[in-house]
């Protein structure tokens, strides 16, 4: 059964906005880096990266981007176990659009499997989505840039200058390439608070027959 749910609409969707901003909102109460358009645009936009140098087909692609668009609606019901209670807002969401069943699993999966406490890559889609999301590190996703000094996660971004995923020649390794700037926080403090994200994206890396590396200021990490 085919479907005219696109990326297109989903974005252009008034609710689903609404969703998304309000979910922001939840967590910028709670004093989180940013969660709203800027950073599921850019989640999505990695998964399209990904998927596409995995050859994947373009429907498969869409409902990969799709899935980043949606992953963090939970995030306004709570911050606690967010990616469950936003694969059934989702769930209901493309049902009420008439999306095919098989579609609306790959979504639902993918946004439930998202958060590293519960994560597994099951499919292409939760392993790109997986990826995407815990790469997005970046400077512009601080909001208390007047307070960095006291929380290391608003440190640890802000000192992130550059950030950039890409494959290796080969398409065999995945590779985050980052700049830090050392002045604001150590490359120590990144892996601190990330490494249980980074081992995550190394095993969904490792789900599509990738290898995940890093690389800090030129220097091969891990």
């Known amino acids: 059964m085919s479907s005219n749910v696109t990326y297109k609409y989903i974005k252009q969707n008034p609710d689903i906005r609404t969703y998304i901003e309000n979910a922001d909102a939840a967590v910028k109460a709670q004093g989180y880096t940013e969660h709203s358009f800027a950073h599921v645009e850019k989640v999505a936009d990695t998964v399209r990266m990904i998927m596409t140098e ?49 579609e609306i699993c790959d979504i639902i999966s993918a946004i439930g499997n998202h958060d590293e406490g519960t994560a597994q890559p099951l499919n292409v889609i939760t392993a790109a989505l997986i990826i995407g999301d815990k790469t997005d590190v970046r400077r512009t996703r601080v909001r208390n840039i007047e307070d960095i000094s006291v929380d290391i996660h608003d440190r640890v971004n802000y000192a992130v200058e550059k950030s ?33 994200r980074m081992i995550l994206c190394r095993k969904a890396a490792s789900f599509l027959g990738l290898t995940f590396r890093i690389r800090a200021n030129g220097s091969e990490m891990v």
């Open 54 to 102: 995995l050859d994947c087909d373009e429907r498969k692609i869409e409902l990969g981007m799709i899935a980043a668009y949606l992953h963090d609606i939970g995030n306004v019901i709570n911050r606690v176990d967010h990616a469950q209670s936003g694969a059934v807002m989702a769930f209901r969401l493309l049902d009420n659009l008439n999306m095919p069943a098989d």
């Open 164 to 196: 950039e995923l890409y494959f290796s020649d080969d398409r065999s390794e995945i590779i985050l390439d980052l700049v830090i700037d050392k002045k604001i926080s150590s490359v120590m403090e990144y892996f601190e608070i990330f490494m249980q």
